[in-house]
């Protein structure tokens, strides 16, 4: 991706809207790209996007294997209880090349207070490959206390913790690929509240090329237990699932299911 000339553009937008769904605004955007000695350069020097601000720079060599560095860094206000606030640092990195079918990127990123103290924190590394029809190579993310609501607009109230683990399965085959998740949820509540109904969620996943199987899907939600297990693949019924409700009030789910049977 290369230009003839170089080439500078500043920026300042103050709103900016994706109509959705879900509706995402941000404001105050404000930065500059430029294009010389054949490397694309852009720097946002800020957007408030939800309760957080953030900067970003990235570098793009115009030429084959077209090398990347991004880097964002943003800080995000949340709440320790109904007096109290905590602003948190949130950082991500991702860096490797963009050409050719054998691309490779590796991300990392991650939320912890900006001081010393006890409060919501993430840490997510991965290794992509963007053209790949299985685009993730592997990723591990930890979570502790994650308010999903602080960082994404429209997204629900939470407080999760736990670890997502996901990589190549040698066992079945080339493109084989497994994942876990173990998380869990201490401030669960009605969906329409906007809150999340799951207070805990296990679940098993794999792919060996052609077929997506769950062989563990565990959810307590609703005061209940939702277990069960499931299978997909291309084809005239590519669904296969088994599904087990035990004790689950459903207007813990959503208000307005009070009085369902």
Known sequence: LLLPVPDELPCK??????????????????????????????????????????????????AAPMPLQLDVEGKVQAPLDAQRRLEVQARASLAGTL?????????????????????????????????????????????????????????????????????????????????????????????DEGQLPIAQLQARASFDGSEWQVPQLSIAAGGGRIEGSGSWQPGPEPWTARIDVQRVRLSALHTQLAGAP
Do not use: C
């Open 13 to 62: 937008v103050p709103r900016v809207r994706w109509a959705g769904p879900p509706e995402v605004v941000a404001t105050g955007l404000a930065g500059r790209y430029a294009y010389e000695g054949g490397e694309h350069r852009l720097d946002v020097e800020g957007v408030d996007l939800a309760d957080g601000h953030y900067s970003a720079k990235a570098r793009l060599q115009g």
């Open 99 to 191: 050409a050719g079918a054998d691309a490779r990127l590796k991300l990392d990123a991650g939320i912890a207070p900006a001081e010393d103290a006890a409060g919501m924190q993430a840490r997510l590394r991965a290794e992509l490959a963007p053209w790949q029809s299985q685009p993730i190579v592997q990723a591990d993310a930890q979570l502790q206390d994650v308010d999903l609501a602080r960082l994404w607009p429209e997204a629900p109230a939470t407080r999760l913790s736990g670890e997502v683990h996901a990589g190549p399965a040698a066992n079945l085959g080339t493109l084989g690929w497994e994942g876990s998740a173990d998380l869990r949820n201490d401030q669960p509540g009605p969906w």
